[in-house]
Each structure stands twice: as structure tokens, then as C-alpha cells.
């Protein structure tokens, strides 16, 4: 037996307490290479994180919501000033174009017409204007005209004639301050176009009082 034991001993088998150490160093291998899978793990999430795009990038919200109204009201300021309607002599004033489309305007036949309505509004390339006139012999009387860019100078559109029941094609061209002159000549219908289809508005010329 004696011999057996030696013989063991030489040929390294392990002993007893040696057993117990192995073990640990394998637990503590196995933590160490879990806690190292673990961190592989987190560190991959934070940079897929920061690599994503945030919600408000995503939704296209970078692009700052103030900047759609400074170009509505741009084009719309280009409406004020005085217009006028060459086959009759009529005037529209715009005073002011908010950034909503709202106008603040007026009409003069040659004396002042109440304006109920005038607003602006986008129709594809172009501004759309409706000026609603709501006094004696204006039973809500409608210009529908349309403001086309490169032609800042023109607005063209119809004339709804409430009290008579009809439309009218007109034009108006921008008023530069030194041809308003009151009291100056009125000029005739346009050229090509019949007399006739103007004298809507004729009949109810307001006198000065």
C-alpha cells in the first residue's frame, strides 16, 4: 500500500486540498468572462442609441415653424398699395396684408365703399385676393382676382355685380403715387374689350356730396 501511495504521489495525482482551489478559479473565470459579456452588451445598446436619430430629427421638426409665415407674409406684402381698375376709375386700396391673409383695405367709387371681407390666400404659384363690398348698391358685390408673380403690377380676376346678377372679367394695375391725382380724367375701357361688359358698376356711381 505504502508503495501505491508513492507511486501516486510521483506520478502527480492531485491531493485532497488542491480540489477546493480549482473550483474557485473556475467560478471566478466564469464571472469574470459573464461580467466582461455583460459590458460588450451595454456598451453595444449606448452606441446603437447614439448612432439613432432623435424623435424630433425624425419628425422633421428641426425645420423651424416660424419661417412658413415670414413667406406667407412676404408675398402678401406685396399686395399693399393702391390699385386701379382702368375701364372705370375705381380704387382699391390695400392698406396692410397680415401675416394670416388678413387685409385691411378700402374702395373708392370715386367716394368710399364699404369693404365687409378682404382676404389673401396661396393658390399654388399664385395670390388669390376676395374683396367683399357691402353698402348702398353693393348687396355683397365680389372681386375675385389673382396675384401672379413677375406681374407684380396686375391683379386680374372677376367683378360679381350682386345687384344685377353678373360677372364681369377685370384687371387692376398698381397706382403709382404721382398718376392719382384727384379730380384727374378717368380713362375708357380697356382696349379690345366691349364697353358693355363694364357698366355693371356705372349706374351706381355714388355722387360727392
Same mark, same amino acid.
Given at each position: ?98 401675416? @394670416?391673409?388678413? &387685409?385691411?383695405?378700402? /374702395? !373708392? ?9 378682404? $382676404?389673401?390666400? *396661396? #393658390? ?27 406681374? @407684380?403690377?396686375? &391683379?386680374?380676376?372677376? /367683378? !360679381? ?9 377685370? $384687371?387692376?394695375? *398698381? #397706382? ?34
Amino acid at each position: 500500500m505504502e508503495g501505491r501511495e508513492s507511486d501516486m504521489k510521483k506520478n502527480g495525482a492531485p491531493s485532497g486540498g488542491s480540489r477546493p482551489n480549482e473550483l474557485m478559479r473556475q467560478r471566478w473565470l466564469g464571472w469574470t468572462l459573464l461580467l466582461a459579456m455583460i459590458g460588450l452588451v451595454v456598451a453595444v445598446v449606448v452606441k446603437s442609441r447614439s448612432l439613432s436619430p432623435s424623435p424630433q430629427t425624425a419628425s422633421g421638426q428641426s425645420v423651424q415653424p416660424a419661417s412658413a409665415p415670414a413667406g406667407a407674409a412676404l408675398s402678401f406684402k406685396k399686395l399693399e398699395g393702391r390699385w386701379l381698375r382702368p375701364d372705370g376709375g375705381y380704387v382699391l386700396e390695400i392698406k396692410r396684408a397680415g401675416e @394670416e391673409g388678413r &387685409l385691411e383695405a378700402a /374702395y !373708392y367709387n370715386p367716394q368710399p365703399i364699404q369693404v365687409a371681407r378682404a $382676404q389673401a390666400s *396661396r #393658390l399654388g404659384s399664385y395670390v388669390k385676393v376676395e374683396v367683399e363690398l357691402r353698402d348702398v348698391g353693393y348687396p355683397g358685390c365680389l372681386y375675385t382676382l389673382l396675384w401672379e408673380p413677375g406681374r @407684380e403690377d396686375i &391683379l386680374r380676376g372677376t /367683378y !360679381y355685380q350682386a345687384a344685377l346678377r353678373e360677372t364681369y372679367d377685370i $384687371q387692376f394695375e *398698381r #397706382l403709382k403715387e404721382k398718376r392719382f391725382r384727384r379730380g384727374s380724367k378717368k380713362r375708357g375701357p380697356a382696349r379690345g374689350r366691349s364697353s358693355k361688359r363694364f357698366q355693371g358698376e356705372m349706374p351706381l356711381r355714388i355722387t360727392p356730396r
